[in-house]
């Protein structure tokens, strides 16, 4: 979270991870860093289809963290 946005492509790409459990955290960090992740929206919106359910609620929560802080 304390990089910034220069940490955000390398969540993305374990936002695109395999295992769930990575999925989750990347997303949930991201939502932690608020709008200066507004980059990774598009991806916070594709995670709400994934398959595990902890990933979409995450996704959920992030979406909103990025959009109002």
């Known amino acids: 979270v304390e990089m910034g946005a220069a940490a955000?492509?390398?969540l993305?790409?374990?936002a695109a991870d395999p295992a769930p459990i990575l999925r989750s955290r990347a997303i949930d960090i991201i939502?932690?860093?608020g709008p200066q992740?507004?980059?990774a929206l598009p991806a916070l919106v594709d995670a709400l289809a994934d398959p595990n359910d902890d990933v979409r609620r995450r996704a959920a929560e992030s979406i909103g963290t990025t959009?109002?802080?």
């Open 37 to 39: 992740a507004s980059a």
């Open 31 to 33: 939502g932690d860093m």
């Open 8 to 10: 955000v492509p390398g």
């Open 67 to 69: 959009l109002h802080g």
């Open 12 to 14: 993305l790409e374990l």
